[in-house]
């Protein structure tokens, strides 16, 4: 995140692109610096991650719509289209983004749509012998 101005009562530097290993540990809140530590045992879910990289990003939900407007139009697609009140269900209630919008966050995030899919338990690759090995006829 080079070239990324922040305020001097700031006092973090994202020198690179922020980890999961990162976004594991804790929440960066834009407003003040803050970081919010979670339970050593609690999974993250996909909403707590989702929100980490935003506020991470420095983004705030009207920027990733301001985003996504762009995109849907340049694609000519209005199922890219992601409206900032549904980023946020997306974020606090668990609810699960369709492949089109989950490939509108990860083209405005710049991460590859892979990773958000497994954050959904979607693996990366398809078993050996693909779904006819659970299949019995």
Not at 37 to 64: F, I, K, Q, T
Not at 115 to 127: A, C, D, H, T
Request: aromatic share 10%; glycine share 6%; charged share 25%.
């Amino acid at each position: 995140m080079e070239g990324v101005f922040l305020p001097p009562r700031w006092k973090c530097v994202f020198v690179e692109r922020p980890t999961l290993d990162w976004l594991r540990r804790g929440a960066f809140a834009m407003r003040r610096v803050q970081v919010r530590r979670l339970a050593p045992n609690r999974r993250r879910g996909p909403g707590e991650r989702l929100r980490a990289l935003r506020l991470v990003l420095g983004l705030s939900l009207r920027d990733v719509h301001r985003a996504s407007v762009a995109l849907s139009k340049s694609l000519r697609n209005s199922e890219f289209l992601l409206p900032a009140s549904r980023l946020h269900e997306f974020e606090t209630r668990n609810v699960i983004p369709s492949i089109h919008r989950l490939y509108t966050l990860a083209s405005i995030y710049e991460y590859e749509i892979t990773e958000f899919l497994g954050w959904y338990g979607i693996p990366q690759r398809v078993p050996k012998g693909g779904a006819q090995h659970m299949v019995r006829s």
